[in-house]
Nanobody
Framework: LVQLVESGGGSVQAGGSLRLSCAAS????????MGWFRQAPGKEREGVAV???????SYADSMKGRFTITEDNAKNTLYLQMNSLKPEDTAMYYC?????????????????????????WGQGTQVTVSS
């Protein structure tokens, strides 16, 4: 049974930083994608950043340069470092994983940023950014 547990959310002022963590267990696939998604009230869930187990990353355009996704394979933990936070970053942030979320990219297969490609989800952690 795959379990994903997020932590690290909270309230911060605009321009501040937060680091989210996602502890994963029960995941034994040799090739997989993990990622962070977010959903604000009244909006669809959107991809933030994803990483393949070989370290290849992809980011949504609005997060490039501000957010960094990393993983510690020894600790089975996924991270999202968020800097220069804006009020529009306020949302519930979810960790997700799947072994079949690869999609064709410009230079080869990359992890998809589409939430529908992922079958395993955490419960979410709230991030609130005030102006």
């Amino acid at each position: 049974l795959v379990q994903l547990v997020e932590s690290g959310g909270g309230s911060v002022q605009a321009g501040g930083s937060l680091r989210l963590s996602c502890a994963a267990s029960g995941y034994t696939y040799s090739t997989y994608c993990m990622g962070w998604f977010r959903q604000a009230p009244g909006k669809e869930r959107e991809g933030v950043a994803v990483i393949e187990n070989d370290g290849t990353t992809s980011y949504a355009d609005s997060m490039k340069g501000r957010f960094t996704i990393t993983e510690d394979n020894a600790k089975n933990t996924l991270y999202l470092q968020m800097n220069s936070l804006k009020p529009e970053d306020t949302a519930m942030y979810y960790c997700a994983a799947d072994s079949a979320a690869l999609t064709p990219g410009t230079t080869g297969w990359v992890c998809s940023l589409e939430s529908g490609r992922y079958n395993y989800w955490g419960q979410g952690t709230q991030v609130t950014v005030s102006s």
